[in-house]
């Protein structure tokens, strides 16, 4: 069997469709795809990097991919709100593909671009050209895929020395009535000494379906730039979503990406940092909180190429029932790169029998002037913290929610937005709780709530 | 004065080292029958017949050899082991011995080499109490202490040996932990295994001395794999040493064993390897590829297994000692130093399964990079969905002493359940400037202090080490590390 057939013939039968629709950018990638994934076989449970995950099963789905371009729903702006309290925002929507602004996007105008890639090919030609599928790695058949059937993607770019003042808020949804394969596709260019806050998430509308996203972010940090990008999944047991990150930081620069699961299907995040420049500095963090059948895998790779720099992971997983969870790290130190710090923490809670862990934290370091660690750890709650809490009068459930969000805290405060914060506590405790339903942190649905 | 003695005596033995180089590089000049290079169906009939084995022997090496040739060489390790041209190596080198093969008497060459090695053959030599089978090439030359270790019921002897005399035990144990089809290298020694050494300690019984095998490369262009059984039956326990030299050669040589050790209820067996194979010269040339395949399978309740190892020589190293922990409350240890210099590679560390409830493993590896040379740990922990109550404990350290080496670490950690508690901890650092200025400050050269540090970051792993291992072991990273700080 070979999943990835489908696509290709897929694209064979509909290149033309496909290529009317795309900015021409996005064509001159497609024959180099199309090359890569003739022999190409998508990594199965066990292969090298894939201990836990079966990508072929995922992708041997027969997904709808739309290739017209059909629209399905242009008012989401008035159905789906998903607010962070005491945050303003520049809000802008994907419907599973299609980029929408809202009325709040203009108030970043002056400042900030975004833009699907369709108008910002003509508006910055130059930098698209420079970038658009530059960083990302053809070798990863998930990338070539997305490459071979991208028709529109976002274009983020903050100009040299702009500091954006509201975070960039996009929230992806997932809504049409029948199973479904998206390619989204970010470019993200943080000028010389810019910043921006970033904050993304995947939500589902309808859970009846089967929806697969196929994402590749593409981010470029200039000299002295700061990006924090919060990426956030709450989305449904039946969606599948395969995210591959790619970073490359210029000398001075600061990104932290955190990588939050609360709900999903399936999911595999691919981190690839490349620090290119002295002084910048990287933070990784992922929080997991999975039960039922969710299956979630974190694969980073940070690579030293530049000497003085620091980077620092931290992922934690809270996995109960049937959860998977997976976590691959590996830091590499290339030659003459001294002074490099770098730290990476992998630790794991196992709540449930039937939940599985799987961590493989490396190093490879080719410096000798340098401190890296990594650590790993796989337990369960401190029996004897729970037993003080019940002689202080606070139920088992209680005491072990308490105990587990203290668990994933450190993760949440590593987060640079106050307001984000709060409200990523808020979430944590009601999905411990199990009171988080779908959606529940949309607008919407607390107006239903609301009004019952 | 103290303070300017001791770097005097330290420097001595760096001196000493620093004009030996490699000290156990000397040939010995013995006529050797070696048979013919090449490898096929007829040279593994040869080696069988040559040994005088069993039908039931050569078919399980008939079956090895036609499963290796469906194989190739794996190639995930961190190392750089060339295209090895397999018919280009002889399988069996032995040296004939002037003297009647009775193995009441040696000849005299064998027992000078063993000698010079600091083996001692004679069983008059009683202070260092340790029974040992010498291994010269594919032949084991002698092994001593046997008939008092008979009365206990110890059999310890080659495996060609114990294949004639105990043909049930053999068959019943061989192939049973490292089974033929594990790896490319498990199939190729299957198929042409020359000599080794077996132990069985019967029931209840506690091996009075250290039994020890020392493996001695010596003949050109050949390579050696031995066979190593040990059986320890219930409420046994047996310490068991093995050490390795070779001639200094400018072409690399195979070395490719495997190690199979089975533990029953209650029983304990400690493995303690000192392996410092020629490690190629500074230009990294010649040396030993090392591709060995250990493993102990912790068969019994409450058993226990521990590996020590001190690895600083061969050119390639690519080991990795593990433990199938069956048993309930079966405990898995494994402390390895393994030091690398000029161009060695190594890739070692453990794989710890725990099959059995309540099973505790210990993993302790200190790497130290000097050189351009490559030193990776690699180590698996799996916690099977049964085995509940299980609790791992992973350290590994790396230093690193000069700006062109390398230090890797490939932990993998697998968990089934919500009742087993694994930890992993990994650093890599270079040495502390503070620490080697304050030895500076004190009187101790640069050199000495380093040696010191190393001797101390070592330490935790050393002191697991049998008495007799311990010294040598800790001489022989001063030694290795010579020339290695800048």
Redesign the interface.
Known sequence: MNALQQYIDLFDASRDVIEQQSPELLNTLRRAAREQLQDARLPRKGSEDYEATDLEAVFAHDYGVNVNRLPFDADLANTFHCDVPNMSTCLYYTSNDAFHSSATAERNIGQVVVEPFSMAAVDYPELMSAYYGKLARMSDPTVALNSLLVQDGLFIYVPDGVIAERPIQLVNIFNAALDMMVQRRLLIIVGKNASVKLLACDHTQSPDYRYLNNQVVEIVAMQGATLDFYDMEESTPLTSRVSSIYVDQHEGSNVLIDGITLINGFTRNNYHVEVNGEHAETQLLGMTIASGEQHVDSHTFISHNAPRCHSNEMFKYVLNDNAVGAFAGKILVKPNCPRVEAYQGNRNLCGAPTAKIYTKPQLEIYTDDVMCSHGSAVGQLDEEALFYMRTRGIGIDEARRLLMQAFVADVIDGVRLDALKDRLHYLVEKRFAGTLSNCASCAQACRVNQEK | MKETEKPEKGNQIIEEAAQAEYKYGFVTDIETEVIPKGLDEDVVRRISALKGEPEWLLEFRLKAYRYWLTLKAPT?G?VHVPDIDYQDISYYAAPRQKIASDKKEIDPELKKTFDKLGIPLEEQLRLSGMAVDAVMDSVSVKTTYRERLAELGVIFCSISEAVKDYPDLVRKYLGKVVPYTDNFYAALNSAVFSDGSFVYIPKGVRCPMELSTYFRINAAQTGQFERTLIVADDDAYVSYLEGCTAPMRDENQLHAAIVEIIVEDRAEVKYSTVQNWYPGDKDGKGGIYNLVTKRGLCRGDHSKLSWTQVETGSAITWKYPSCVLKGDHSTGEFYSVALTNNWQEADTGTKMIHLGKNSTSTIVSKGISAGHSQNSYRGMVKIA?KA?GCRNFTQCD?L???????????????????????????????INEDQIFYCNQRGISTEDAVGLIVNGYAKEVMAKLPMEFAVEAQKLLSVSLEGAVG
């Open positions: 995930w961190h969905p509940t790396s690193l002493l000069s700006d062109t080496s390398g230090a890797h670490t490939f932990p993998v950690i697998e968990v089934g359940n919500d009742t087993s508690v694994v930890e992993h901890e990994a650093t890599t650092s270079k």
